[in-house]
């Protein structure tokens, strides 16, 4: 069964903390995504990858970095958390980059900033 | 910016009725629209996918329409179960070119047996 894998499903850290979001991927995909769903906003592109180092924004990157060393693995950096960074994070992965045949998501991580 | 609206955001109906949710996109370019169903503490997974080459698409209790001219796409599932209880998600993107893919707000679906 193809999966992408999040390291964690509940985190909790400290404001100003650096944090490390880990996402890996089995499928072989080029494509790697990372969404922040909130309740009402649906999920929103923070930043994707279409090939290994490469890393384009998305619609809110603000805050947030990534890393992309290896294929199968896409990294989320938070540099200095912040409460209002509190959230789902998922991320995902695709065959295409406009996502024919659709994305495959991990199961999410569920962050908390206090 | 392109946005998709998703109509209702919250959807009760009981065992056996249909269900309808509807979604709007502003991007012409949109040529691909998937749904996403996000069961409690699972991310979202895909259950069917329209192009927008063709009106209709139907796989078992679950059908998706799309009318390019008016950009409104919609899912029906018919005949539910409890297990359909779960949060939806619409979607338009231009496919296999770029990277762009938006979702809608999510409509959560109560089934009540």
């Known amino acids: 069964d193809v999966k992408v894998t999040q390291s964690s499903r509940y985190l909790v850290k400290r404001t100003g903390e650096k944090v490390f979001l880990e996402c890996v991927q089995d499928?072989?995909?080029?494509?790697m995504f990372w969404y922040r769903q909130d309740p009402g906003l649906g999920l929103r592109l923070i930043y994707f990858s279409y090939d290994v180092k490469m890393k384009e924004k998305g619609d809110i990157p603000e805050g947030y970095s990534v890393s992309r060393e290896k294929k199968e693995r896409f990294s989320l950096i938070l540099e200095s958390a912040s409460t209002n960074q509190t959230s789902m994070y998922l991320c995902?992965?695709?065959?295409?980059?406009?996502?024919?045949?659709?994305?495959?998501f991990g199961s999410g991580t569920r962050l908390t900033v206090v | 910016g392109e946005n998709v609206e998703q109509h209702p955001s919250t959807l009760s109906v009981q065992e056996g009725d249909s269900a309808v949710i509807k979604c709007t996109y502003s991007?012409?370019?949109?040529?691909?629209f998937p749904w996403y169903k996000q069961e409690l503490g699972k991310g979202p997974q895909l259950i069917i996918d329209?192009?927008?080459?063709?009106g209709e698409k139907k796989d078992q209790r679950i059908a998706v329409t799309l009318n390019k001219t008016a950009k409104h796409f919609s899912l029906h599932i018919t005949e539910t179960q409890p297990e359909d209880s779960a949060v939806y998600f619409c979607?338009?993107?231009?496919?296999?070119?770029?990277?762009?893919?938006?979702f809608g707000a999510g409509t959560r679906l109560f089934v009540k047996a």
């Open positions: 329209i192009r927008s080459n063709v």
């Open positions: 979607a338009a993107s231009t496919g296999g070119g770029g990277f762009k893919t938006i």
């Open positions: 499928m072989d995909h080029e494509n």
């Open positions: 991007d012409s370019a949109s040529n691909y």
């Open positions: 995902a992965s695709s065959l295409t980059g406009g996502g024919y045949g659709g994305y495959t």
